[in-house]
């Protein structure tokens, strides 16, 4: 998305160059002016190894982390199969609402004998109001034993892919308000020559 954006951005500053050198009776189609530019940064970038890219080495390497807690990390990843396999399996959709407030969670815990997720305010109180004979709030949970406050614990992974997916949502939402300025930028240049 990154480069996406990068080669977007370098598009339009070529396209702003091209216009400002051409006589101002000239008629100018900028969406095509703007597309070949694109196709043409998007060809040379084609090449590029975005195996060696950061970003995927980062998220590897913290796909082997959640998978092989307490292990170390190998040097070299093997033929990429297990990686696919994990790419896949991130991909399913997480359940990031609270079975008890049915509100997003933001200070999520999850019960380490049946593996379901709360909102830590609501889940105490939950027991509490039990005096200790609580069972797991989520319908048809398996577990017969009472929670207990010894058997929560913190879910770092669910609370970073819950930052994760607002930041997405926030980066969508520039995306779309710069998507309408590039709308307006074009306007602009269409009335500057006419």
Not at 16 to 31: E, L, S
Not at 41 to 59: A, F, T, W, Y
Not at 151 to 178: A, G, V
């Amino acid at each position: 998305m990154e480069r996406d954006l990068a080669q977007f951005t370098q598009a339009i500053d070529n396209v702003k160059h091209q216009i400002k050198r051409t006589p101002a009776d000239n008629v100018i189609n900028i969406d095509q002016l703007l597309n070949t530019e694109l196709k043409m940064i998007h060809h040379k970038h084609v090449d590029e190894n975005l195996e060696d890219h950061p970003r995927l080495q980062e998220m590897r390497s913290k796909l082997w982390q959640v998978k092989h807690p307490g292990e170390t990390e190998p040097s070299m990843v093997n033929d990429g199969e297990d990686i696919d396999e994990d790419l896949v399996m991130s991909q399913a959709p997480v359940n990031t609402k609270c079975p008890i407030t049915l509100q997003e969670l933001t200070d999520p815990v999850r019960n380490k004998l049946c593996g379901h997720n709360y909102e830590r305010k609501a889940i105490l109180q939950h027991i509490a109001g039990g005096k200790g004979r609580r069972k797991c709030p989520v319908a048809g949970c398996g577990n017969a034993k009472p929670v207990e406050k010894s058997d929560l614990e913190d879910n770092t992974t669910l609370k970073h892919t819950i930052e994760r997916r607002s930041r997405q949502t926030s980066s969508r939402s520039h995306q779309r308000i710069n998507g309408s300025k590039t709308e307006q930028f074009k306007t602009d240049c269409a009335r500057s020559y006419p």
